[in-house]
């Protein structure tokens, strides 16, 4: 080995070191909304394991899907004095106070999968989201070429209110509807990204619409509410999949087995690994003073019936969905 390589081996080796040193003593706060879909279970899974990965120490606090729970904790992260903190905002609006006690107290903050309304882009680091009006896009586009010319009056089932991901999925979509004449938004009502939730507004929305013959296609904001809709759906008489087309977002494993027996159609992918990103942009700030954009956007892939969902299914377990 050339003495130049040896050098930098060395150099890389050294540096590895300086950040596993790093790492080794940072901790890091995570103010988590709570556990209302397969997506966020898993997401506070992988954000475990990629603490330990990096010899990170990280401090969980569940909000139960209340803002207030969460400016609590983000307060008590700070007297704590941790390193830096994450926050999956359950809500856009109403951070600007805590988040500027964070900023005085020098502690950077990162948003995960989810973004705030701010005034002042200061208050966070950067944030680690999909681009959630595209996702809604996305889900609009495979329905308006699966349905061509076909009237196909749709009900939506949004995420929580006020919540960015339920903003933004409703944008992308209602773009694409407004671009079709065919397609026809006819209800519209939050499920609050639950199973539950999701099944008993699509019980009403059949139930509106004269048991639901009518309806051509159901887009839910996740796929939690799907699967509960898919439920109601069948109770109801109908074939969810084939009567009503049934298109959402996350890609969870559970509605890849509504996949497998014909009782769902698309879904577009969410990675639950937001932490991964998150941890390395601390990482390289505390490190090396790296300043990271303020978007670092992760990937959205729509899978169908026809990308083998047994495959896709099997390939998601052991995630913590
Ligand atoms: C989206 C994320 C959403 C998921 C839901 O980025 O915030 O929250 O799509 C979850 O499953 O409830």
Redesign the pocket.
Known sequence: MSTLTRLAVLAVAGLSAISAAQAADLTVGFSQ?GS?????AAETTVTKSEAEARGITLKIADAQQKQENQIKAIRSFVAQGVDAIFV?PVVATGWDTVLSEAKDAEIPVVLL??SIETTNPDLYLTAV??D?VHEGRVAGEWLAKTVGDRDCPIVELQ??VG?S?AINRKKGFDEVVAAHDNLKLIRSQTGD?TRAKGKEVMESFLKAEGGGKSICALYA????MAVGAIQAIKEAGLKPGQDILVVS??AVPDIFKAMMDGEANATVE?TPNMAGPAFDAILAFKDKGTVPPKWIQTESKLYTQADDPAAVYKSKQGLGY
Do not use: C, Q
């Open positions: 909304i209302e879909s397969g997506w966020r999956a999968d989810r989201t999909s959630t995420g929580t919540s991901p990204f904001h996740n796929d939690d977002i996350d969410l």
